[in-house]
């Protein structure tokens, strides 16, 4: 294996749970990586080596952790983290950022969040399968969104599973049904004018909690999800269609040419233009 890989998963219709990047690295002695906010959860798992999380509460107050090889760490979406390989053991390690839906449960059943964001498996021969799983992930750049989406599953999984401190589901929450519900109405108005206030409507919640309600759930604002929603739709459209980029703007909501190109470059990083000259699908 290279030192380091990394791939980008670019379809986003899976809501419950989505991968968005993965990756390998074998680091260089004091490699960093920070300070640097996410949007997603990010889960590294150390193979070799160690290095040093440096990692930010709500109020700024940094936590630091040594961490080697055999455990992992989590980076929550929201909050600054920096993180460096050692001196003389430079660590070596694989990881998967993901989200949806289901994102924050996951991450709670593996009884981990940003504070307490170190992993550990129950036993090494745990953690050696879990890092299999992860490089399984990241050797299948070739594979299809739905087989991607499997090896995520599997590797969450046993993140779960193995863990040293995993929790027992809590079901029928009323905020997951709330979020459910909100998500349901995102999915049949994406192509509306609709706002956070209008879903808080049909929620039948006040917006201000509403929002709490849908983050703690979902990891994002409402706002936040009906953008990437609306931008996976408009990402579709633009390698399935040939409509013009201002038709397909407006049939996902963004009659207005300009405000689409820089809600889908705050997502995809590129202009709607570039991504279909990259992705494009070809008539045969």
């Not at 589901?169 to 909100?182: I, T, W």
């Amino acid at each position: 294996m290279t030192n380091h890989l990394f791939s980008v998963f670019q379809d986003e219709r899976f809501m419950d749970l989505t991968i968005y990047q993965y990756g390998y690295e074998k680091c260089d002695p004091l490699h960093s990586f920070g300070p640097y906010i996410r949007n997603n959860y990010l889960f590294h798992y150390v193979i070799s080596g160690k290095g040093v999380l440096d990692a930010s509460d709500e109020k700024g107050n940094a936590s630091y952790y040594d961490i080697s090889a055999g455990s992992g760490f989590l980076i929550e979406p929201g909050y600054v983290n920096t993180y460096y390989a050692d001196h003389d053991e430079p660590w070596e390690y694989v990881w998967v950022e993901f989200g949806g839906l289901r994102a924050k449960e996951c991450v709670e059943l593996a009884g981990i969040s940003h504070k307490s964001p170190i992993y550990h498996p129950a036993a090494p021969e745990y953690g050696e399968l879990i890092a299999e799983r992860m490089l399984t992930i990241v050797k299948s750049q070739n594979a299809s969104s739905m087989e991607l989406i499997g090896h995520l599953y599997l590797f969450l999984d046993y993140l779960i599973k193995y863990s040293a401190y995993k929790k027992q589901l809590q079901g029928g929450k009323l905020s997951e049904f709330y979020a459910r519900e909100a998500v349901v109405y995102i999915e049949h108005n994406y192509d509306k004018d609709i706002t956070v206030e209008d879903i808080a409507k049909k929620c039948q919640l006040d917006r201000s909690y509403f929002g709490k309600v849908f983050k703690k759930v979902v990891g994002q604002s409402p706002q936040e999800f009906l953008i990437r929603y609306r931008m996976a739709k408009a990402a579709d459209a633009l390698i399935i269609e040939n409509d013009s980029i201002g038709d397909i703007g407006t049939a996902v909501g963004y009659p207005n040419l300009l405000h689409f190109s820089r809600a889908f470059k705050s997502v995809y990083g590129i202009s709607p233009r570039e991504y279909r000259q990259k992705n494009k699908i070809i008539d045969r």
